[in-house]
Nanobody, 127 residues
Framework: QVQLVESGGGLVQAGGSLRLSCAASGRTVSRYAMGWFRQAPGKERQFVAAISRIGGTTFYADSVKGRFTISRDNAKNTLYLQLNSLKPEDTAVYYC????????????????????WGQGTQVTVSS
């Protein structure tokens, strides 16, 4: 099993930046494909970004493409999400997730692909 703990959320003005971190313990993140999801109040959790287990292939939701960057540091056992040019509609609780269900090295883009989840970190963007 792997335990995931997000940090780095906060309150930021529109146009600002944040960097979210997801620290893993229990097993090394190099064993897992990893991703970020978010959930705004009253809405379902949605996919944000993902990175594959081995090759580091990334995939983004259209709403964040060009503004957010997902990365991983296997030596630090940590996943990151750099959030730039933030908009009020980016306000949500952001969750990191890890999974290794599939043999193929590809990003996972749906919730059911993932086995482990963090508790979330709040990002609030003011206008």
């Amino acid at each position: 099993q792997v335990q995931l703990v997000e940090s780095g959320g906060g309150l930021v003005q529109a146009g600002g930046s944040l960097r979210l971190s997801c620290a893993a313990s229990g097993r090394t993140v190099s064993r897992y494909a990893m991703g970020w999801f978010r959930q705004a109040p009253g809405k379902e959790r949605q996919f944000v970004a993902a990175i594959s287990r081995i090759g580091g292939t990334t995939f983004y939701a259209d709403s964040v493409k060009g503004r957010f960057t997902i990365s991983r540091d296997n030596a630090k056992n940590t996943l990151y999400l750099q959030l730039n040019s933030l908009k009020p509609e980016d306000t949500a609780v952001y969750y990191c997730a890890a999974g290794n269900k599939y043999y193929s090295d590809r990003p996972y883009t749906t919730e059911s692909d993932y086995d482990y989840w963090g508790q979330g970190t709040q990002v609030t963007v003011s206008s």
